[in-house]
Nanobody, 118 residues
Framework: QVQLVESGGGSVQAGGSLRLSCTAS????????MGWYRQAPGKQREVVAE???????NYADSVQGRFTISRERAKNTVYLQMNSLKPEDTAVYYC????????????WGQGTQVTVSS
């Protein structure tokens, strides 16, 4: 079982910045990738960014160039620096981890709310 705790959300005006954090904990964790997802009201959860053990990153087209994902392996922590925020970035943001070949989509944290006003 893995526990995920997100933090750092808030309310900002368009063009502002926020930095999200997420720490994973649990027994015998062997995390090889971490990622951020978001879910806006009435929409499905979507991937925002992922980072592998080796530091390779992937971003959704909608956040490319504005968001930066990073991680501290020793702390099992992943960050999401969000700049130039837009109202369409408003959502609850969640993190998740890949252990072995599988993302732990059966284990979500409480998420952190990001609200961007125009």
């Amino acid at each position: 079982q893995v526990q995920l705790v997100e933090s750092g959300g808030g309310s900002v005006q368009a063009g502002g910045s926020l930095r999200l954090s997420c720490t994973a904990s649990g027994r015998a964790l062997s995390i090889n990738a971490m990622g951020w997802y978001r879910q806006a009201p009435g929409k499905q959860r979507e991937v925002v960014a992922e980072i592998t053990l080796g530091g390779h990153t992937n971003y959704a087209d909608s956040v490319q160039g504005r968001f930066t994902i990073s991680r501290e392996r020793a702390k099992n922590t992943v960050y999401l620096q969000m700049n130039s925020l837009k109202p369409e970035d408003t959502a609850v943001y969640y993190c998740n981890v890949r252990i072995g070949s599988a993302w732990r989509f059966d284990s979500w944290g409480q998420g952190t709310q990001v609200t961007v006003s125009s």
